[in-house]
């Protein structure tokens, strides 16, 4: 089975643009989590969403939104960017509620010019 | 959420057996103790979960003390491999907001 798939691996923006971040979970899997990593920092948690519906939702602006599909696959939206939105996303997705095995993918690379 | 405290970085030699301990006094009675291994430029990997005294699987063991205000993730014999960030995490089932510190470094010397 495919694990959990981001795309795009990378990107570059400059400032006051706005992003899409896209991410696949697990097949059977109905949890979707979203981390900001910056260098050199732990994951730091954006959003869960599960069976559709935010659970969850970390210490980030409203610029910072997200949704889940019917298939159970993620968007990250990010309105406005600053220079400080500079960070791998990533990706989680869990067979229930997070707190249980978390299954991450490999990232977009966000560059903010 | 209880909050973890871990070395933020340790050296060992390959084939070593390597012992990280994470101090979290605040757990809470329905929190399990999780940790997971991050690469560069890659996300974490789940490497093993508990709740009580030893748990063990085919990388690795944890230990957690009666008290439970710690744990130990043990790395039986590691290799260059091995290198990478360790991260301790505590939490219950149902908390979507997990957080991760910043982590263990863990440098393997050949």
């Known amino acids: 089975d495919a694990g959990v798939t981001q795309s795009p691996t990378h990107l570059i923006k400059t400032r006051g643009q706005q992003v899409t971040l896209r991410c696949s979970p697990i097949s059977g899997h109905k949890s979707v989590s979203w981390y900001q990593q910056v260098l050199g920092q732990g994951p730091q948690f954006i959003f869960q969403y599960y069976e559709k519906e935010e659970r969850g939702r970390g210490n980030f602006p409203d610029r910072f939104s997200a949704r889940q599909f019917p298939n159970y696959s993620s968007e990250l939206n990010v309105n406005a960017l600053l220079l400080g939105d500079s960070a791998l996303y990533l990706c989680?997705?869990?067979?229930?509620?997070?707190?249980?095995?978390?299954?991450f993918g490999s990232g977009t690379q966000l560059s903010v010019l | 959420l209880a909050k973890t405290t871990q070395p933020i970085s340790m050296d060992s030699y390959e084939g070593q057996e390597v012992n990280i301990t994470c101090s979290h006094n605040?757990?809470?009675?329905?929190?399990?103790i999780t940790w997971y291994q991050q690469f560069p430029s890659q996300g974490p990997r789940f490497i093993i979960q508990g709740y009580k005294t030893k748990v063990t699987n085919e990388v690795a063991s944890l230990f957690i003390p009666a008290d439970r205000k710690s744990s130990t993730l043990s790395l039986p014999r590691v290799s260059l491999s091995d290198t990478a960030v360790y991260y301790c995490?505590?939490?219950?089932?149902?908390?979507?907001?997990?957080?991760f510190g910043t982590g263990t470094r863990l440098t393997i010397i050949p």
């Open positions: 605040n757990i809470a009675t329905n929190d399990y």
């Open positions: 989680a997705s869990s067979l229930h509620r997070t707190g249980e095995k978390l299954f």
């Open positions: 995490l505590v939490g219950n089932f149902g908390n979507e907001k997990l957080t």
